[in-house]
Every structure is written in structure tokens, then in C-alpha cells.
């Protein structure tokens, strides 16, 4: 592997998220790689990523890109495409808007392990072009520029040789966007650096960015209903407007370095994950520490909480296929999921958890993400460089 000429394409370097963690994954996996992307803030991001040779485009010049780098969105695919690639033997791109769109040199073998399909422009539109965090100015450029953007993401995937999927979720999208095969491979979870705790505390937990679908609001009413605590890690431009909703219970304590929040999820009672993900690190996370999961029932949850049986809200869910996760044997309940993004149904999927919280084995919940391990991530990644260079599906 040393051998090798590797550019890593990332789409733009802000702040560590479930995407950088993948990265700083495939920067261990190819210490001598270059990375391309299209704003790098110096000191976002982890010191595995910021000691590679990194390289941004135009972007990186914009009035005030790194605040308002999202309004640029119509301009990334020519960004991203204005980025030259001198000789590589591989691109891998790490990809939930324009990454995989990146012109790989001739002859190289362009590898995009994909987070999403460009959400910004389909299924997510609405949620971040209507969801409050926009401007009028902003929601009509979003709606002007949505067909061509959806056309240019299409066309671009044609410079993939192969993806890899963070989900079946996300697999099924690639599919159903571009037409294409899409293998599947979880993001890692770093689950030897979180401990199961003996003892809970009396409250409820949320490590999460404040955008609107991330359906934190739910989370804030419900436990305004019950009068149960909550926590919350995280920060962003909803802020002003969910600090209106909450209650007396309910705690802000902004963006936290990495032992902090992994203090809190060993002292909660239980995480709350209402929003819709691709995948979705933080259940995760919280499960690595012996946590149950009070999850909405759709997107990547789907594939790393199994539900107690007969817990929660039935109502709206999906068919029984694809439930629970096909990665990991047997069958210990991590969680509970409630089918509708609603206060009542959140509430109800807390009063089943609270009725049956002894039903729950923290060690059997924390063993079940071991599958997920840091460690299996880089070597299937290897498996599937390997095969994309040599032509070989992995």
C-alpha cells in the first residue's frame, strides 16, 4: 500500500463529524495520501487529517466561506471540478456532495465511499431549503439551481469506478439516483475508547448539530411533556429558536470535546435520536457505552438499533425487512424506535422505555457495536481498494 499514489477528496473540512471520522480512517489506511477539498479551516479537524499535504479550491477564497460556505452550493460542482489531480494510482473521494464529482487523472481508479447522494437537492431539499435556517434570499436560489444541480450529480457519478456505500439506506439511493451497484460498509466506531457505566443518571442525552432535520425540537417537547431532564451537546443556527422551546429540564451546554461527551453517554439514562440519518455514528457511540437508543425508525437507525419487541409506537412502521441490523448476530435489544417524527409518539416511545428499562443489558448493548470496530472499517476498505485497482469486486 505504501507504493501507492493516493489522492483523498473530501468534501470540505470544518469540523470532525461522522464523515471525518471515516476520514481520519482512511487517512490512517494511506498515511502518505494528498487531500483535496474544497475548504479546509485550519484546526477543525483532527491532527491525523491536518498533517496530510492538504489542497482546497477557489472556495477556500470566497467572502466569508468559512461561516457561510453552504451558500455556496451552486458554485461546488465547478469547484470541485476546477481541482487538478496531477498522476495517482487512486482517488478515493469521501462523499455527501460534490466529492465524487472530482476529475481523476487518466488512468487512476476513482473509489467514492459515499455518505449520501447530494442531500442538499433530494430527499433532504426541503428540510434545508424550507426548514427555517435559510433565507428567502437562499431558498430561491436553492429551487433555481435544484434541477441542475440534481443533473450534474447524476452525470458526475459516471467518474466512479465503484462505491461504497455507508449504508443500505444510502445504497439503495445510489441506485435509485444514479443507477448503480453500491457495496455497503458501515462507518467505525472507535468502541474500545467508550466504557459501559454501572449506574445511570436521571437524564436523557443528545450529542447533535442544531439543523432542522435533525428533529431536535421532538426531543425538547417530549421531555417538556414528561418534566424528564435532557441534555444537550451540540450547537448550530437553529440554537436561538430551540432555547425558545425548551423548558426548565432541559439543559444546553454547546459543543464539547470528545471526553465530555463520552462521559455523558455513560451517565444517561438513554440517547434520543428523533432526527431521519444516512447512517448515524452518535447511536453508536451511545450503544459503546452500554446505552439504549430511543431512535426514529427510518434511515440508517434501521440498521444499527434493534428494537425491544413490542416497545414504542407502531404506528408508521415500515415492513419488517431491513429492520435491526444484518451486520450484527443474535438478538439483544439496544432500543426502542417510534415510527412518527411527533411529540406524542417520541413521548410514547419514553413511557416504554421507562416501563421496561431493566429489560436492557448495557454489556450485551455495548458488545453489539463491536462489530462496527475501527480496526474491521480499514481493513474491508483495504479489501476494496485493492479490488477497485486490480478490477476485482471486493
Not at 39 to 51: A, C, F, N, Q, Y
Not at 72 to 86: N, Q
Request: hydrophobic letters at 40%.
Amino acid at each position: 500500500m505504501k507504493s501507492l499514489r493516493v489522492a483523498i477528496v473530501h468534501d470540505w473540512l470544518t469540523g470532525m463529524r461522522g464523515g471525518e471520522r471515516c476520514l481520519e480512517a482512511f487517512c490512517e489506511l494511506f498515511p502518505d495520501a494528498d487531500l483535496y477539498t474544497l475548504l479546509h479551516i485550519k484546526g477543525t479537524v483532527s491532527p491525523m487529517i491536518e498533517r496530510h499535504r492538504i489542497t482546497t479550491s477557489f472556495v477556500q477564497s470566497f467572502p466569508l466561506a468559512a461561516r457561510y460556505y453552504r451558500y455556496y452550493l451552486p458554485v461546488f460542482p465547478a469547484a470541485i471540478e476546477h481541482v487538478r489531480l496531477p498522476s495517482y494510482d487512486l482517488v478515493l473521494s469521501s462523499s455527501h456532495c460534490v466529492a465524487k464529482g472530482i476529475r481523476p487523472p487518466a488512468r487512476a481508479k476513482h473509489l467514492c465511499y459515499i455518505h449520501a447522494p447530494m442531500r442538499y437537492v433530494w430527499d433532504q431539499f426541503d428540510n434545508y431549503a424550507h426548514g427555517g435556517r435559510s433565507g428567502v434570499v437562499a431558498r430561491l436560489g436553492m429551487e433555481l439551481f435544484r434541477k441542475r444541480l440534481q443533473a450534474w450529480d447524476v452525470a458526475s457519478a459516471a467518474r466512479v469506478d465503484q462505491f461504497v456505500a455507508n449504508s443500505r439506506n444510502i445504497a439503495g439511493k445510489v441506485q435509485r439516483y444514479y443507477n448503480r451497484p453500491a457495496a455497503v460498509l458501515h462507518p467505525p466506531v472507535d468502541w474500545q475508547t467508550f466504557q459501559a457505566a454501572e449506574q445511570s443518571e436521571d437524564f436523557y442525552f443528545m450529542v447533535t448539530a442544531f439543523a432542522p432535520y435533525k428533529r431536535v425540537d421532538l426531543a425538547i417537547q417530549a421531555c417538556n411533556v414528561m418534566k424528564r431532564r435532557l441534555k444537550i451537546i451540540g450547537k448550530g443556527q437553529e440554537e436561538a429558536r430551540l432555547r425558545k422551546l425548551a423548558g426548565p429540564t432541559v439543559e444546553f451546554l454547546g459543543w464539547q470535546p470528545d471526553d465530555v461527551v463520552r462521559d455523558h453517554y455513560a451517565r444517561c439514562r438513554a440517547l434520543l435520536f428523533p432526527g431521519e440519518e444516512d447512517f448515524g455514528i452518535v447511536p453508536l457511540e451511545a450503544m459503546a457505552c452500554g446505552k439504549p437508543v430511543l431512535a426514529f425508525g427510518r434511515g440508517g437507525a434501521l440498521e444499527t438499533v434493534v428494537p425491544l419487541t413490542g416497545a414504542g409506537s407502531a404506528e408508521g412502521a415500515p415492513a419488517r425487512e431491513g429492520t435491526g441490523s444484518v451486520t450484527v448476530g443474535g438478538n439483544v435489544a439496544t432500543g426502542v424506535f417510534f415510527f412518527t417524527q411527533s411529540v406524542e409518539s417520541v413521548v410514547e416511545a419514553m413511557e416504554s422505555f421507562e416501563r421496561r428499562r431493566t429489560e436492557f443489558d448495557p454489556h450485551a448493548i455495548r458488545n453489539h457495536v463491536a462489530a462496527f470496530d475501527r480496526r474491521l472499517f480499514k481493513e474491508r476498505m483495504k479489501a476494496f481498494a485493492m479490488g477497485a485497482l486490480t478490477g476485482t469486486a471486493s
